[in-house]
Protein backbone atom coordinates (compact mmCIF):
# COMPACT_ATOMS: atom_id res chain seq x y z
CA UNK A 1 0.00 0.00 0.00
CA UNK A 2 1.43 3.18 -1.22
CA UNK A 3 1.55 6.05 1.55
CA UNK A 4 2.04 8.56 -0.98
CA UNK A 5 -0.69 11.67 -1.21
CA UNK A 6 -0.55 15.40 -2.55
CA UNK A 7 1.25 18.20 -1.66
CA UNK A 8 -0.36 20.45 0.78
CA UNK A 9 0.08 22.99 -2.16
CA UNK A 10 -1.81 20.96 -4.21
CA UNK A 11 -4.97 19.87 -1.38
CA UNK A 12 -4.88 23.30 -1.25
CA UNK A 13 -5.49 24.13 -4.89
CA UNK A 14 -8.16 21.47 -5.32
CA UNK A 15 -9.88 22.80 -2.52
CA UNK A 16 -10.31 26.37 -3.53
CA UNK A 17 -11.47 25.15 -7.05
CA UNK A 18 -14.26 23.02 -5.37
CA UNK A 19 -14.91 26.19 -2.95
CA UNK A 20 -15.80 28.08 -6.07
CA UNK A 21 -17.56 25.22 -7.76
CA UNK A 22 -19.53 25.46 -4.89
CA UNK A 23 -20.00 28.96 -4.89
CA UNK A 24 -20.50 29.31 -8.59
CA UNK A 25 -23.36 26.31 -8.56
CA UNK A 26 -25.44 27.93 -5.64
CA UNK A 27 -26.73 30.64 -7.90
CA UNK A 28 -27.91 27.78 -10.20
CA UNK A 29 -26.16 29.10 -13.17
CA UNK A 30 -24.02 27.90 -15.92
CA UNK A 31 -20.53 27.68 -15.63
CA UNK A 32 -20.25 29.40 -18.99
CA UNK A 33 -22.64 32.26 -17.82
CA UNK A 34 -20.06 32.60 -15.05
CA UNK A 35 -17.03 32.37 -17.10
CA UNK A 36 -18.70 35.46 -19.17
CA UNK A 37 -19.34 37.69 -16.51
CA UNK A 38 -15.65 36.84 -14.81
CA UNK A 39 -14.73 37.66 -18.24
CA UNK A 40 -16.33 40.93 -18.18
CA UNK A 41 -15.18 42.46 -14.44
CA UNK A 42 -12.20 41.49 -16.12
CA UNK A 43 -12.44 44.45 -18.80
CA UNK A 44 -14.07 46.84 -16.89
CA UNK A 45 -13.31 49.79 -14.79
CA UNK A 46 -13.74 49.95 -11.13
CA UNK A 47 -16.46 52.84 -11.99
CA UNK A 48 -18.07 50.69 -14.65
CA UNK A 49 -18.13 47.52 -11.83
CA UNK A 50 -19.80 50.06 -9.13
CA UNK A 51 -22.11 50.92 -12.05
CA UNK A 52 -22.91 47.69 -13.26
CA UNK A 53 -23.49 46.52 -9.22
CA UNK A 54 -25.67 49.62 -8.39
CA UNK A 55 -28.06 48.60 -11.63
CA UNK A 56 -28.14 45.33 -10.39
CA UNK A 57 -29.13 46.37 -6.69
CA UNK A 58 -31.88 48.61 -7.88
CA UNK A 59 -34.19 46.14 -10.53
CA UNK A 60 -36.95 45.49 -8.38
CA UNK A 61 -36.46 41.69 -9.43
CA UNK A 62 -33.19 39.73 -9.78
CA UNK A 63 -32.50 36.65 -11.58
CA UNK A 64 -29.73 33.68 -10.22
CA UNK A 65 -27.32 35.55 -12.56
CA UNK A 66 -27.84 39.05 -10.77
CA UNK A 67 -27.38 37.69 -7.21
CA UNK A 68 -24.39 35.88 -8.70
CA UNK A 69 -22.82 38.92 -10.08
CA UNK A 70 -23.49 41.12 -7.08
CA UNK A 71 -21.58 38.31 -4.66
CA UNK A 72 -18.84 38.17 -7.26
CA UNK A 73 -18.61 41.91 -6.98
CA UNK A 74 -18.49 42.02 -3.37
CA UNK A 75 -16.65 38.97 -3.16
CA UNK A 76 -14.13 39.52 -5.29
CA UNK A 77 -13.31 42.97 -6.58
CA UNK A 78 -12.51 44.59 -3.30
CA UNK A 79 -8.30 45.54 -4.46
CA UNK A 80 -8.33 48.49 -6.63
CA UNK A 81 -5.58 50.16 -8.07
CA UNK A 82 -5.12 53.58 -10.22
CA UNK A 83 -3.51 53.70 -13.10
Do not use: G, P
Not at 1 to 9: A, F, K, V, Y
Request: hydrophobic fraction near 35%.
Amino acid sequence: MSTERLNESSINDLTDFKNTLEFVNSFDIDVYEAITVIDDLLKMSWEEIEDWRNHLLTNYTKTNLDNFIIKLIDSYCSNIVDD
